[in-house]
């Protein structure tokens, strides 16, 4: 056995190779033929609206959920058939679901008393999974005594101890409150680098997922959206769907014509490849629209547009203005003295401006 | 400066600050609460706390009509007495544990059915409760007699030779106190089992406990709370028991509770009735007050958490 902090951890990750999973309860596919490969070592967060079977998905790697059809590889071994208590995964519970009959200690030590490990070194164990998460010398409170941030730690505590090469979280910091959450999204990412063990972590939260994954899986209908990076998902979302769950969005219909894309009749400027197809869509992201001054930039897409509404937010500012056709499309910025000044009043006509660099062609489709 | 002679005109207003008023209306508030549970408060000094300190009084006087201990020197003094409360304890005990075995088995099976299903049996735990206590011990004595429907049957279908002595025994006695006190056991325990949450036992499969390892670490230490309190019901009930072991068990298993109705009913001494009734009630009292140190008795009532 070695530490739990082994600098060969990353070894000891496995990747998990998902192929046609199909679950369906009644007439509802829970999950529809979802193939995913999740790397080595890597930190993956199934992401989706709720009831679009990313629990299910993750409840089928941990074994609680008895899928239909497909095959689930752990490394080179087949589990799809195997129960629960032998597939070896550590895993946070939503809800923590720590044994209020056990101190911290005895939650902790629980797999390890399982595994029918020797007294001392299973204390030692306990005390350095602790000491991991921040709660060294906890183990004698009882689960009653601890807060939520405490609870949370001990649930991952639990998850480690046996130094699992998978780990699996469902939603774990729904029930913290913001700053709580804000601060264990960056330690658990930071935690995840330390241990290094493969990790699934489902949140329904598009920030906290592009906050700590290494990839996204996008999770619609129980199907796969799209699985890319953070930054790649937000930037160039596969559908509209994806671009709509992931940050705000407002769409025009754009059509492509030969090589070029026209919106509202007139060309696009653009520098991503636009995506295949005819029927398109622009997305406009509100914190890359900007208001134009009058002056003629280049590479610039213009909007002509009505403001309907101006939000003050603290750190920035929200506005609502309406499109010729009717559309309406948000613009934020952040508050500073000039663009405070500069703000047109409510019925004002404005012309809104998406440099080339941020004009997004997407399919016109839901995915 | 101005401002500062306005809040200090508003602190020297009497008017303003209105402590007695409120004051007041806090012990006006409290009063009329209290003169809503008085009729409570009469009812319980009325059948409760007067009878008892009746029978308390009454077990001190002796057949002479004078103050004495005699009623308790005699429980102390004859055997027969020893014998009454040693089998009063055992038929508790035995119909307690007899109880245990058959019905956290049952709740079990009840807490891991689907709502449906485990109502319905639910409606088959109560339905006994609906019917009389009488009836339900005298149909029993109607199976297991000699001549009754089990024997019968049994011999019949060659599983014995012998009729078997069912009634009039401590078996009979323990077959029928068994089936009624089975709900009081139940109940408690199904609802301290239907608020064990799921994850805790999905938590420890996924920490590597089979189902057997995971029932016994997770499950069963959960349910203790519900199993404690239904014991307790189940015993305590037992200890004043009377009908069942009065019909069942034939004049062979004397509990307390008969030997009290003998002491009235065939030598009208008020006075060792009300001394039984007083030694009774005291060791349920002491039961009850060790069981609390276990376990938070409000869960008696509710059985929830």
New interface residues.
């Given amino acids: 056995m070695t530490d739990i902090v082994a600098p060969d951890a990353r070894a000891g990750a496995l990747p998990i190779t998902i192929r046609d999973v199909t679950k369906t309860y009644g007439s509802v596919h829970a999950l529809d033929h979802v193939s995913l490969d999740v790397r080595s070592g890597e930190f993956l967060t199934l992401l989706g609206p709720s009831g679009s079977g990313k629990t299910t998905l993750l409840m089928v790697l941990a074994g609680f959920t008895r899928p239909d059809s497909g095959s689930l590889r752990f490394g080179d071994e087949e589990v799809i058939r195997k129960p629960p208590h032998e597939r070896d995964l550590g895993m946070v519970f939503q809800n923590y679901a720590l044994f209020p009959h056990m101190t911290v200690a005895g939650n902790v030590g629980y797999p390890l008393r399982i595994r029918k490990m020797a007294k001392a070194e299973m204390a030692a164990r306990i005390e350095r999974a602790l000491e991991t998460v921040q709660l060294g010398g906890y183990g004698e409170r009882r689960i009653t005594q601890l807060s939520g941030g405490q609870k949370q730690r001990v649930a991952l505590a639990r998850a480690i101890v046996f130094e699992p090469r998978i780990l699996l979280m469902d939603e774990p910091l729904s029930a913290l409150d913001k700053k709580l959450r804000d601060r264990m999204q960056i330690e658990l990412r930071h935690l995840h680098e330390q241990l290094g063990m493969t990790t699934v972590y489902v949140t329904h939260d598009q920030r906290e997922a592009l906050t700590m994954s290494d990839r996204i899986a996008v999770i619609n209908h129980g199907r796969l959206m799209q699985l890319a990076e953070p930054r790649e998902l937000y930037d160039r979302p596969a559908n509209r769907f994806v671009a709509d769950f992931i940050g705000e969005s407002a769409f025009l219909p754009a059509e492509r014509q030969g090589d070029a894309v026209l919106c509202h009749g007139r060309p696009l400027a653009h520098e991503g490849q636009a995506a295949d197809g005819t029927r398109l869509s622009v997305m406009l992201r509100p914190e890359r629209l900007r208001l134009m001054n009058g002056e003629d930039e280049p590479d610039t897409n213009r909007f002509p547009a009505t403001v309907e509404e101006v939000v003050y937010q603290g750190d920035s500012f929200l506005m609502q203005a309406r499109l010729e056709d009717g559309t309406l499309v948000s613009l934020r910025d952040v508050v500073r003295r000039d663009t405070l000044a500069g703000l047109p009043a409510v019925g004002a006509a404005v012309t809104l401006g998406l440099h080339a660099r941020d004009t997004v062609i997407i399919p016109d489709s839901e995915g | 400066m101005a401002e500062s002679a306005i809040t200090g005109a508003y602190r020297d207003d009497a008017r303003l600050d209105n402590s007695d008023g409120l004051r007041r209306d806090a012990f006006r508030e409290q009063l009329a609460l209290f003169g809503l549970c008085s009729p409570a408060l009469l009812l319980v000094l009325i059948i409760l706390v007067v009878p008892v300190g009746w029978l308390f009084y009454v077990s001190f006087i002796g057949a002479d009509g004078s103050f004495s201990l005699e009623n308790y020197e005699r429980m102390w003094e004859r055997k027969s007495y020893a014998r009454i409360f040693w089998t009063t304890f055992e038929v508790s005990v035995l119909t307690t544990g007899i109880c245990i075995a058959l019905g956290y088995p049952f709740a079990y099976f009840l807490s891991q059915l689907p709502a449906r299903a485990a109502n319905l049996c639910l409606i088959a735990v109560l339905l006994p409760f609906w019917t009389s206590l009488l009836v339900r011990t005298y149909a029993w004595l109607v199976l297991l007699q000699k001549r009754g429907l089990v024997n019968d049957w049994a011999i019949g279908l060659g599983l014995w030779e012998e009729p078997l002595k069912f009634v009039h025994n401590m078996t009979g006695t323990l077959i029928g106190m068994v089936h009624i006190m089975l709900p009081f056991l139940i109940l408690p325990v199904y609802s301290s089992m239907k608020a064990i949450?799921q994850?805790?036992l999905?938590?420890?499969?996924?920490?590597?406990?089979?189902?057997v390892?995971?029932f016994w670490?997770?499950f069963f230490?959960?349910s203790l709370p519900g199993l404690f309190a239904g014991s307790l019901i189940v015993f305590v009930l037992c200890l004043g028991f009377f009908v069942t072991p009065a019909v069942l068990g034939g004049g062979k298993v004397i509990m307390v509770s008969m030997k009290i109705a003998s002491n009235v009913e065939l030598f009208v001494n008020w006075g060792a009735a009300s001394a039984l009734g007083v030694v009774l009630l005291v060791m349920t009292m002491l039961i009850l007050w060790v069981a609390a140190r276990f376990v938070k008795l409000d869960q008696l009532a509710g059985g929830g958490h």
């Fill in positions: 949450n994850d805790y999905k938590a420890a499969s996924n920490c590597g406990a089979g189902p390892r995971a670490t997770v230490p959960l």
